[in-house]
């Protein structure tokens, strides 16, 4: 009984080792606002018509004022979107430096 209760234990820990090895993508260099894809509620910042001023306001879906970010030269390939500005992305800092101009 031991014996297989160790050997279940064993299996359930390897098991879960391999499960969570996954590829994961390199972080996209620049992104683009792709208008024209969002789904209601779903856009990431205001409106391209000035509409609104915030994420997740849009009120129908595929407005062509309303957008996200998407990886840089993705947009182009969805159905509907239209590139409507790149950025870069943000770097990641290695520490975050405290703000000097509070005392």
């Known amino acids: 009984m031991k ?3 160790l050997t279940a234990i064993a299996s359930v820990a390897a098991l879960t080792g391999t499960m969570s090895v996954q590829a994961v993508p390199d972080q996209p260099t ?15 910042c205001g409106a391209l018509n000035g509409k609104h001023d915030c994420a997740g306001q849009a ?4 407005s062509k004022h309303e957008w996200v970010y998407v990886p840089l ?18 770097a990641k800092s290695a520490s975050a430096k405290p703000d000097k101009t509070k005392s």
């Open 3 to 5: 014996q297989s209760v």
């Open 30 to 44: 620049h992104w683009e606002k792709c208008a024209g894809i969002a789904k209601a509620g779903k856009n990431d």
């Open 59 to 62: 009120t129908i879906d595929n």
């Open 73 to 90: 030269g993705t947009c182009e390939k969805i159905v509907g979107g239209k590139v409507a500005k790149i950025k870069p992305a943000k």
